[in-house]
């Protein structure tokens, strides 16, 4: 985890030149392969994984947002 | 999206929401610095948006949340296996439970011994753009949030 990497994904002002470089769903996971699997952490700072929660069900639906 | 996690999980469709880096950062919920108040904030979308579902933090650095493409407001389903069967670019709930629909109808045609094979399918599908409620985020975000929205898209 590189301290430029930090800042340039947590961007401080909503400017084209800082958010546009995300935008990158074209280059997302295709369907039908095994998506790769990372730790993620539940509201009171533990850790768990995103294949811990798709193991557990028929299906998963998962949302990646913000507050806005 | 609440209401599709409560009516389906008795089907065995579990929800999840992940909280990424604040896309519109203001006065009140800025760009993130800490784990520990990327935290913070993700326990707000639960006190104060009101997200019912579970929510799971990505990591300081977004390695989740890059490696899916890292756009703003997107959703991806996956099957048990951990195979993405849906994704896309924006979040739309008819579109979910659409796509949600169609999956347990699969997992009732397998169960009644249908023989099937998965294949692509490209679709453009509509979302509802709530200006309202877009802009009333962006005010809970803070001043800033508004202002720098207004002056990239006008």
């Known amino acids: 985890m590189t301290a430029d990497l930090l800042t340039r994904y947590n961007y401080d002002e909503f400017v084209p030149a800082k958010f546009e470089p995300?935008?990158?769903?074209d280059q997302s996971p295709p369907l039908a392969t095994r998506a790769p699997d990372f730790s993620l952490w539940t509201l009171d700072g533990a850790e768990t994984s995103l294949s811990a929660v798709w193991s557990a069900n028929s299906y998963t639906i998962v949302e990646f947002g913000s507050f806005t | 999206m609440n209401a599709?996690?409560?009516?389906?999980?008795?089907?065995?469709?579990?929800s999840l929401f992940v909280?990424?880096?604040e896309a519109?950062?203001?006065?009140?919920?800025?760009?993130?610095?800490?784990?520990?108040?990327?935290?913070?904030?993700?326990?707000?979308?639960?006190d104060v948006l009101g997200v019912s579902r579970p929510i799971?933090?990505?990591s300081l650095d977004g390695a989740c949340h890059r490696a899916y493409g890292s756009m703003p407001n997107m959703t991806w389903i996956f099957n048990q296996a951990g195979t993405p069967i849906y994704k896309s670019d924006w979040s739309d709930s008819h579109s979910v439970e659409n796509a949600v629909q169609y999956y347990l109808q699969v997992l009732d045609r397998r169960r009644n011994r249908e023989r099937m094979a998965p294949f692509h399918v490209?679709?453009?599908d509509y979302r509802v753009q709530d200006q309202e409620q877009f802009y009333a985020g962006l005010e809970r975000s803070g001043p800033k949030a508004v202002?720098?929205?207004r002056d990239a898209f006008g």
């Open chain 2, 24 to 46: 519109h950062p203001g006065e009140n919920y800025p760009h993130h610095t800490s784990m520990e108040q990327k935290l913070r904030h993700a326990a707000a979308l639960r």
């Open chain 1, 22 to 25: 995300w935008m990158r769903f």
């Open chain 2, 19 to 21: 909280y990424t880096n």
């Open chain 2, 122 to 124: 490209e679709r453009l």
């Open chain 2, 147 to 149: 202002t720098e929205f």
């Open chain 2, 56 to 58: 799971l933090v990505d």
């Open chain 2, 4 to 14: 599709i996690a409560e009516r389906y999980a008795d089907a065995g469709v579990g």
